[in-house]
């Protein structure tokens, strides 16, 4: 696992990660803390890149592409930090080893495989509760298969619906917006027929097949993945006098066809109007306490109970009413009352509260920092990360050497502290 962040400001752009790196063999689950996940783009441009989720593209790791593509593309410059990045993705797409038709066509079957993994998780979730019932136990053999029908089908469409509404194209993969369901089936006409041969494996509805390759269609056209990389592109392009910072996140290459999505709500363009960012990114939650005053996990368990505080109070209102003998269509009217206005104003104010006492004071004092400071504070905050992990009983997946580097306009990309 990761945490990484870039601070900004008109001055300068610094990043920082950690260096851990988790490996899962089977059941076994080992830490090293030797990964690197801060990349140079050029050796004369002032760009370069972090890494979280996966350190690896179609099980290539992303230190190889990244050297392969400075040496390309180091010399090279381009106007923008934006055309840095649609550049690196053309890279992706014409790099001779990912044009190998195997290789792609293992990348769709592994693919296929974690969805239909998903999709079976949710059903025989479902059916231990529906089996587990006294109603459940006394289902006729019939019966039984009819409900696990039932209930692949609700997690195929459970899986659709995290997704999102795939009708919008502009929710598919930029590169998949014009691949049609009847393209995909000529291409993966083989790798779909294995999933025939899961669920005989375990033994569920092979004729449902058509509803497993449409969702998996659906899913594999989408902008959300279950397994990716995240790439945050940071520094200048020549025409920039101020830094930028771009995430995207890749997955694989499919029929030719590369498989990412920008992440356009977490891009941070300095300039007049936005003179400084902090943007932490994969394991954040602690430094989202910093910059907030409270944990993502504590204020999303304080809007929870809120929001039954609330509805139990509107309850005794109604008891109270009742033993006190008010109309039953006053009753009525109070116990049709959503309070789900209520709720939400009261969300709203303490979300400007935060905004206005934590976040924006903290990047304003960063829109005044120098180099160095903004490189410590970098620093600090992966370092405050990897204590919590260590402190508590998390599973240290933040930890080893922190390592920050610096891109300013005039001096390009400068370590500041590397482990290597």
């Not at 090293?32 to 890494?51: H, R």
């Not at 989720?53 to 381009?78: C, T």
Request: hydrophobic share 40%; with cysteine.
């Amino acid at each position: 696992m990761t945490a990484i962040v870039g601070i900004l400001n008109k001055k300068a752009a610094v990043m920082a990660a950690d260096s851990a790196l988790t490996v899962q063999r089977g059941d076994n689950t080992r830490i090293y803390n030797n990964a690197t996940k801060i990349f140079k783009l050029s050796d004369k441009q002032p760009v370069g890149a972090m890494i979280f989720s996966s350190d690896s593209f179609m099980a290539v790791p992303l230190s190889v592409l990244f050297g392969i593509y400075r040496e390309k593309f180091g010399n090279q410059s381009f106007p923008t930090l934006q055309e840095y990045v649609d550049n690196f993705i053309s890279f992706l797409a014409k790099e001779p080893h990912f044009a190998d038709v195997e290789l792609q066509h293992r990348y769709l079957r592994g693919e296929i495989g974690g969805y239909y993994e998903k999709v079976k998780g949710y059903a025989e979730e479902k059916l231990k509760e529906d089996f587990g019932a006294e109603e459940g136990q006394k289902l006729s053999d019939e019966a039984r298969i009819d409900l696990k029908r039932t209930r692949l089908r609700e997690g195929i469409k459970a899986i659709n619906d995290i997704i999102g509404d795939l009708s919008d194209s502009e929710k598919k993969s930029p590169e998949f917006r014009k691949y049609t369901f009847k393209q995909f089936m000529k291409y993966a006409k083989e790798d779909i027929e294995g999933l025939s041969e899961l669920c005989k494996e375990d033994d569920l509805p092979s004729d449902m097949c058509a509803d497993w390759a449409k969702g998996f269609y659906e899913y594999l056209c989408s902008r959300f993945y279950y397994d990716g990389t995240g790439i945050v592109f940071v520094g200048y392009g020549d025409d920039e006098l101020f830094p930028s910072l771009i995430p995207i996140y890749v997955s694989g290459i499919v029929d030719g066809r590369i498989r990412y999505t920008f992440s356009r709500d977490e891009e941070e363009h300095i300039g007049i109007d936005n003179e400084s960012a902090i943007c932490p990114f994969a394991q954040c939650d602690v430094m989202m306490t910093v910059m907030k005053g409270i944990s993502p996990a504590l204020r999303e368990k304080v809007d929870v109970a809120t929001g039954e505080a609330v509805s139990q109070a509107k309850d005794r209102m109604i008891e109270a009413m009742k033993a006190a003998g008010v109309d039953a269509d006053t009753m009525a009217k109070v116990q049709e009352t959503d309070l789900k206005e209520v709720t939400d104003k009261h969300g709203e104010q303490i979300q400007d509260f935060i905004q206005t006492e934590y976040v924006n004071g903290l990047v304003d004092t960063v829109e005044a920092f120098g180099v160095d400071d903004m490189a410590n504070m970098a620093e600090s905050l992966i370092s405050i990360t990897n204590l919590q992990r260590h402190i508590t009983a998390s599973e240290e997946s933040v930890g080893g050497p922190v390592d920050v580097a610096v891109i300013t306009k005039a001096d390009g990309f400068v370590w500041v502290k590397q482990k290597d």
